[in-house]
Nanobody, 121 residues
Framework: VQLQASGGGLVQAGGSLRLSCVTS????????MAWYRQAPGKQRELVAGISSDGSTNYADSVKGRFTISRDNAQDTGYLQMNSLKPEDTAVYYC????????????????WGQGTQVTVSS
């Protein structure tokens, strides 16, 4: 099982980006999906999460600006980021709790490789 994050880039403050997290491999089902970020010199923090039934949660710093979603048919997650601020600059990682076809009773946490988001002022 692999997660591939993409969609990062350089954008001016106030701009938008849409991150994607594509899963691949022998997947039975995907539980929760989430986006984390890590800025230089800071700890990795949770940005947003979405459960298998579509329930969402957000860090206070991104509420009203970011929207997490998922396409269950495509086993893909998204993070729409609007009104970006310089303080949103970080490497963004996707994560998912996945049941593999070989062991569907076990949920394992998988991470994508990260995608850089840079917001200029």
């Amino acid at each position: 099982v692999q997660l591939q994050a993409s969609g990062g880039g350089l954008v001016q403050a106030g701009g938008s980006l849409r991150l994607s997290c594509v899963t691949s491999g022998s997947i039975f089902s995907i539980n929760g999906m989430a986006w984390y970020r890590q800025a230089p010199g800071k700890q990795r923090e949770l940005v947003a999460g979405i459960s298998s039934d579509g329930s969402t949660n957000y860090a206070d710093s991104v509420k009203g600006r970011f929207t997490i979603s998922r396409d269950n048919a495509q086993d893909t997650g998204y993070l729409q980021m609007n009104s970006l601020k310089p303080e949103d600059t970080a490497v963004y990682y996707c994560a998912a709790g996945i049941r593999g076809r070989e062991s569907p009773s076990i949920v394992k946490l998988y991470w994508g490789q990260g995608t850089q988001v840079t917001v200029s002022s």
